[in-house]
């Protein structure tokens, strides 16, 4: 597999993780009101809201999407491991 797929592959899971993980750290009652931004809302499908636990939650995303990023700069086999098993 080239470089460019991989870094691609890495990227493009990292970003949703970036994006949403972001805002849940940032205005985790929006996040929690609109994510994932479509209907049914799956968040707020379970009351009551817990700012504590969505900011939690996106911290966790985004240290995620986070590691990926890192991954697909890198793209060094043992920070790739490290990225995927995380992610998994």
């Known amino acids: 597999m080239s470089r460019i797929w991989k870094r691609s592959i890495l990227l493009g899971l990292a970003v949703p993780n970036v994006v949403a993980g972001a805002w849940a750290v940032v205005a985790p009652a929006s996040w929690y009101e609109n994510f994932p931004g479509w209907s049914p809302r799956v968040v707020s499908a379970l009351p009551p809201f817990n700012e504590h ?3 939690d939650t996106g911290a966790g ?5 986070l590691t990926m990023l890192v991954a697909g700069a890198w793209l060094r086999r043992d920070a790739t491991v490290v990225a995927l098993v995380g992610y998994l």
């Open 61 to 65: 995303l985004l240290a995620t999407g």
């Open 53 to 55: 636990l969505a900011a």
